[in-house]
C-alpha cells in the first residue's frame, strides 16, 4: 500500500481494482485517515484515490458496492459519502442522526437499497439504530 494502515475497509470496483479507504496509524483514534487508494490487480500497484470528505477507521463491512457503480463508504464517520470510479471523486451524502461512526454493518438489499446498522459512535455505547439508503 502507499501507507501502512490499519482499521481501514475495501471494496471491489466494478472494473475488478479494490478501492481502499481510511484506517489510522499506530495512534489509533489520534491517527485517523482521510486518504484513500486503488489496487490495480493487473499492475499489482498502489496508487492514490484523492481524499475522503471525512477521516475514517473502523468501518470495516460498510464498504458498499451499488448497482450503478458507485461505492456507498457509510461507516467510521457519523457522514456517509459515495466513492464515483468514473469521476475519482468523493462526495457526503445527507444521512440520518441514528448513523453510528463505528463498527456499523451495511448490506446491499434485493432492490438496491441499502441498509446499515448498529455500531457506536465516539464517546457513545453501542446502538441498535438502523438506517436506510436509498441511492
Not at 461505492?71 to 468523493?90: H, K, N, Q
Request: aromatic share 8%.
Amino acid at each position: 500500500m502507499t501507507r501502512p494502515r490499519h482499521k481501514h475497509a475495501a471494496a471491489i470496483l466494478p472494473d475488478g481494482r479494490v478501492l481502499i479507504t481510511g484506517g489510522s496509524d499506530e495512534r489509533d483514534d489520534r491517527g485517523q485517515y482521510r486518504d484513500a487508494e486503488i489496487y490495480d490487480p493487473q499492475s499489482e500497484r498502489f496508487s492514490s484515490a484523492g481524499e475522503l470528505r471525512r477521516a475514517r477507521y473502523k468501518h470495516q463491512g460498510t464498504m458498499t458496492p451499488l448497482v450503478d457503480g458507485r461505492i456507498l463508504v457509510a461507516g467510521g464517520a457519523g457522514d456517509p459519502e459515495l466513492f464515483d470510479p468514473v469521476t475519482a471523486r468523493f462526495t457526503l451524502v445527507s444521512s440520518s442522526n441514528a448513523l453510528a461512526a463505528n463498527f456499523s454493518t451495511a448490506t446491499r438489499l434485493e432492490n438496491g437499497h441499502v441498509l446499515i446498522v448498529g455500531g457506536y459512535g465516539n464517546g457513545t455505547a453501542a446502538r441498535n439504530a438502523a438506517w436506510l439508503f436509498i441511492p
